[in-house]
């Protein structure tokens, strides 16, 4: 006998995550039996540092962590990010600014529940992040996208912002590097963006920077470090790509003081503070010896290389470089209206779903970031197991008609 109930409209409107999904449908493939290779998640396959676990470790011992942790984070974590934005990112910040939540992704969701109401309306950076339109929506917000090129490493311009921004538009975000494309946006180009964000003094900027340490362009650069724009600009950045620690959940923001506590109220009623094992990990990730971030970054860039180079030997597909993150995002719209043994492809879903079923690769589609014509493909995995993914890819788009 079935409940006669209902959900609510705003669960019954979101849309699943399409990594989350085609990792979970490749996890079953594998339970099956089948021998799936994984270029569908965003997470790198190198283990947590030596140092930052054993600083877990340390902390368990010490017994003083096992109580509830303070909403917005322990304070020497809180400092120690104020510090190292200050010094490595030319952001100007203190630990009351700061808000510790449990990834980035939550720190999005509390920034955006935080300043959004009904119909204000969000300019997304496209090809963004799965989550971001998600969340903007969740919270009553209407995302507005202005679509990068191919041509410019999918990013879009100063002059694009410019056109899309309406007296409802309350703020935007843009990542760098970027997730899905590995877009870096160069000093010049922020700087355009806020010269146009300087006619609009009301506009927030949420600038996603959780690849700052995988960049293969030479300096980062913040938004929040360009004269005029630390007041208005929320920085999200965390532990989970560059110290290789997504399960130990820690992210943060560094925010103008009232959308810091804006948040940290949120937070409190939501999920109170963030692990507290995990926060003292981070403390020593943040002020520890960076030389296992940076062999992880030069790792992936020798992939980069790999990738690209077995890429540009299956015809039909168009490439570019990515300058940041470990993800390549391929223009495949010329295998569109082909078959493969009768079945036709007629968009990137399709594709994505054929490679998983007959390359047994687990891609995902670029549909889920804004952009039809692509798919994501993350280089985060064993150069044997990025040869072998990449044949076997090629084996199966060599024979569509």
């Known amino acids: 006998m079935s409940a006669n109930y209902s959900l609510s409209a705003r669960i019954e409107s979101m849309e699943e995550s399409a990594t989350l999904a085609m990792a979970k449908k490749a996890r079953e493939l594998k339970a099956e039996g089948k021998d799936i290779i994984s270029l569908s998640l965003g997470e790198p396959d190198f283990q947590t540092p030596d140092h930052i676990r054993q600083a877990a470790k340390d902390a368990i011992d010490s017994g003083k962590y096992f109580s509830y942790p303070p909403v917005a984070g322990y304070?020497?974590?809180?400092?120690?990010?104020?510090?190292?934005?200050?010094?490595?990112?030319?952001?100007?910040?203190?630990?009351?600014?700061?808000?510790?939540s449990a990834g980035a992704k939550h720190s999005i969701a509390n920034v955006f529940f935080s300043i959004l109401n009904p119909g204000d309306e969000v300019v997304v950076f496209s090809p963004y992040w799965v989550s971001y339109a998600e969340i903007i929506k969740l919270a009553e917000g209407t995302p507005v996208y202005i679509k990068g090129k191919l041509e410019n490493d999918f990013k879009a311009t100063a002059e694009d912002l410019a056109a899309a921004i309406t007296p409802k538009t309350k703020a935007i975000i843009y990542s760098s590097p970027s997730n899905?494309?590995?877009?870096?946006?160069?000093?010049?180009?922020?700087?355009?963006?806020?010269?146009?964000?300087?006619?609009?003094?009301?506009?927030?900027?949420?600038?996603?920077?959780?690849?700052?340490?995988?960049?293969?362009?030479?300096?980062?650069?913040?938004?929040?470090?360009?004269?005029?724009?630390?007041?208005?600009?929320?920085?999200?950045?965390?532990?989970?790509?560059?110290?290789?620690?997504?399960?130990?959940?820690?992210?943060?923001?560094?925010?103008?003081?009232?959308?810091?506590?804006?948040?940290?109220?949120?937070?409190?009623?939501?999920?109170?503070?963030?692990?507290?094992?995990?926060?003292?990990?981070?403390?020593?990730?943040?002020?520890?010896?960076?030389?296992?971030?940076?062999?992880?970054?030069?790792?992936?860039?020798?992939?980069?290389?790999?990738?690209?180079?077995?890429?540009?030997?299956?015809?039909?597909?168009?490439?570019?470089?990515?300058?940041?993150a470990f993800y390549i995002f391929p223009d495949v719209s010329s295998f569109f209206g082909k078959a493969f043994k009768g079945k036709t492809i007629s968009n990137a879903n399709d594709l994505s779903l054929l490679l998983l079923e007959e390359a047994q690769v687990s891609v995902v589609t670029g549909a889920a970031f804004g952009d039809e014509d692509c798919i994501r493909i993350s280089f985060a995995a064993s150069d044997e197991q990025l040869k072998i993914a990449l044949g076997r890819i090629k084996e199966v788009l060599d024979q569509l008609k």
Not at 86 to 99: H, T
Not at 253 to 270: H, L
Request: aromatic fraction near 6%; charge should be neutral; charged fraction near 25%.
């Open 180 to 324: 899905p494309t590995g877009g870096v946006f160069t000093l010049e180009e922020l700087e355009s963006i806020a010269a146009v964000l300087k006619n609009h003094p009301d506009i927030l900027v949420v600038a996603d920077e959780i690849y700052e340490l995988i960049n293969f362009s030479g300096k980062h650069y913040s938004m929040a470090a360009i004269e005029g724009m630390a007041d208005r600009t929320i920085t999200v950045n965390g532990f989970s790509k560059g110290f290789a620690m997504t399960g130990w959940r820690v992210g943060y923001i560094s925010a103008p003081v009232r959308i810091a506590k804006a948040c940290e109220k949120m937070q409190g009623q939501f999920t109170s503070g963030v692990n507290g094992i995990a926060q003292q990990a981070s403390i020593t990730a943040i002020k520890g010896d960076k030389k296992a971030s940076e062999e992880m970054a030069a790792a992936y860039k020798s992939r980069r290389k790999l990738v690209l180079d077995l890429l540009n030997q299956i015809e039909g597909i168009k490439t570019y470089e990515p300058k940041g």
């Open 75 to 100: 304070n020497e974590l809180r400092e120690a990010i104020a510090t190292k934005l200050k010094e490595e990112n030319g952001i100007p910040s203190s630990p009351e600014q700061i808000v510790v």
